[in-house]
T-cell receptor, first 111, second 113 residues
Framework: GENVEQHPSTLSVQEGDSAVIKCTYS??????FPWYKQELGKRPQLIID?????GEKKDQRIAVTLNKTAKHFSLHITETQPEDSAVYFC??????????FGAGTQVVVTP | DADVTQTPRNRITKTGKRIMLECSQT?????MYWYRQDPGLGLRLIYY???????NKGEISDGYSVSRQAQAKFSLSLESAIPNQTALYFC????????????FGEGSRLTVL
């Protein structure tokens, strides 16, 4: 989606290292920022989300941070494992509540 | 388990043919969506429907049409398929909460020769 920029497009990490994916958005009214994971040949599934009244949210090895002033949010994966290999999409809601997705990041975790 | 089901899962067709992709859901959600996925472009919204009587265009609706036959069914049609409509198509649903989680179907891979 043109309103959400996602970087990098590909990310290769060594197993056990951390991975960080960054997204920027343009709509200052956006208030919900989900992250979806799509494993090879599978459907996208929500892994974590954050709302605008929160700066950080953590769920086991994944965390998301939000900087509303700078209009960017990031996904952090710690202690990466082979099963973390997938395409990750960030998204933000527009004023109608529809999701605008980033272009995706292909994460490859090498043993 | 409540789910979102798409048919067909794979389809190869020729330029100019009419194609329909069907989506049905047992989640009881009011909101349904059709997305298109292309490598490097993410998921782009084609059409969405917030209830049976509501149909709205997304960012890439040209060349597509939809029908919301019932709360549980939302079909996407390509009236005259062209090669650049070759893509992976996903149906998704969400409940009435704004904003809310999207639940995707397994996808329909369409190839237009």
């Amino acid at each position: 989606g043109e309103n959400v920029e996602q970087h990098p497009s590909t990310l290769s990490v060594q197993e056990g290292d951390s991975a960080v994916i960054k997204c920027t958005y343009s709509d200052s009214a956006s208030n919900y920022f989900p992250w979806y994971k799509q494993e090879l040949g599978k459907r996208p599934q929500l892994i974590i989300d954050i709302r605008s009244n929160v700066g950080e949210k953590k769920d086991q090895r994944i965390a998301v941070t939000l900087n509303k002033t700078a209009k960017h949010f990031s996904l952090h994966i710690t202690e990466t494992q082979p099963e973390d290999s997938a395409v990750y999409f960030c998204a933000e809601t527009d004023s109608w509540g529809k999701l605008q997705f980033g272009a995706g990041t292909q994460v490859v975790v090498t043993p | 388990d409540a789910d979102v089901t798409q048919t067909p899962r794979n389809r190869i067709t020729k330029t100019g043919k009419r194609i329909m992709l069907e989506c049905s859901q047992t989640k009881g959600h009011d909101r349904m969506y059709w997305y298109r996925q292309d490598p490097g472009l993410g998921l782009r919204l084609i059409y969405y429907s917030f209830d049976v009587k509501d149909i709205n265009k997304g960012e890439i609706s040209d060349g597509y049409s939809v029908s919301r036959q019932a709360q549980a069914k939302f079909s996407l049609s390509l009236e005259s398929a062209i090669p650049n409509q070759t893509a992976l198509y996903f149906c998704a649903t969400s409940d009435g909460q704004l904003p809310g989680e999207l639940f995707f179907g397994e996808g329909s891979r369409l190839t237009v020769l």
